[in-house]
C-alpha cells in the first residue's frame, strides 16, 4: 500500500523531495485501509500541506542527525581524548604606507629589460666585431700587396691576428705606419739585392714559399677572426 500512495504523491505533487513524499506515505498508510481510500486522501492534500509535513519532518530528521552526529562525538571524545582544535589566529599583515617610488619601480623595469635583452646585444657585439676584424685584415692585406719582402709581409700578418685596437683612429694610424714598413722592407730587399736572386727562404711557411705562404697566412688568420 505504501508504494501505491507514494506513486499517487508523485504523480500530483511533482518536484518535492522523494524522502519527504516516503515519508508521508509511511503515515496515510497507516490511516487507509484502501486503495480508494488513499486516493481520496491524496486528492484532497494541497501543496502547502505538503510542503508544510515536508519542512517540519526535514527539520525532525535534521535535529535528530545532529544529535546522533554529537553523540558520536563526545563519544569518541571520552574515548580517544580527543581535544578540539583551537583556530588559528590569522596573522596581522600591517598595510602598505608610503609613497611609491616611480623611480625606483622604472630602475627595476629597465634591469629587467636589460637582462633580458644581454644575450642578444652579446650575439648582435660580437658579428660586429668579426666583420670589423674581417674589413680591417683586408685593409691590411691591401697594404701589404706590394710588399716584395715576404718574410716581413708574412710575420706582419702574423702579429694582426693577436693584435687590438680600441679604435678605428688607432687602426689608422697601425696602417699608416705599416705602409712606411712596407715601403722600408721593400728598400731593405732592393738594397740586399733579394730582388734579383728569388725569393727569400720563409721558416715555418708551407712548400713553395713566397706569395703560397702569405696566402696561407692570411687564411690562417681569417680562420682565428670572430663570426
Not at 185 to 213: C, H, I, M, W, Y
Request: proline share 4%.
Amino acid at each position: 500500500m505504501k508504494e501505491k500512495i507514494l506513486a499517487l504523491l508523485q504523480a500530483q505533487f511533482a518536484g518535492v523531495r522523494k524522502d519527504g513524499l516516503n515519508q508521508l506515505a509511511g503515515a496515510i498508510a497507516l490511516q487507509v485501509t484502501t486503495e480508494d481510500e488513499a486516493k481520496t486522501l491524496v486528492g484532497k492534500m494541497t501543496a502547502e500541506q505538503l510542503n508544510s509535513f515536508v519542512t517540519d519532518w526535514r527539520k525532525e530528521a535534521d535535529a535528530e542527525v545532529t544529535k546522533a552526529n554529537k553523540t558520536y562525538d563526545d563519544g569518541l571524545r571520552k574515548k580517544y581524548d580527543f581535544v578540539e582544535k583551537k583556530p588559528e589566529d590569522t596573522p596581522h599583515v600591517p598595510p602598505v604606507t608610503g609613497n611609491i617610488d616611480a623611480a625606483a619601480i622604472q630602475k627595476l623595469i629597465a634591469d629587467s629589460i636589460a637582462a633580458a635583452t644581454k644575450p642578444l646585444l652579446e650575439k648582435v657585439a660580437g658579428f660586429e666585431a668579426g666583420n670589423i676584424a674581417k674589413t680591417r685584415l683586408q685593409a691590411l692585406t691591401d697594404k701589404l700587396k706590394d710588399c716584395t719582402n715576404e718574410v716581413f709581409k708574412t710575420k706582419t700578418l702574423k702579429d694582426f691576428a693577436r693584435m687590438q685596437f680600441e679604435t678605428d683612429e688607432a687602426f689608422t694610424e697601425y696602417l699608416t705606419d705599416t705602409e712606411t714598413d712596407v715601403k722600408t722592407a721593400n728598400q731593405s730587399v732592393a738594397d740586399s739585392g733579394l730582388g734579383a736572386q728569388g725569393r727569400p727562404f720563409v721558416p715555418n711557411t708551407p712548400a713553395g714559399g713566397g706569395k703560397e705562404a702569405a696566402e696561407a697566412e692570411i687564411a690562417a688568420v681569417m680562420d682565428k677572426l670572430p663570426i
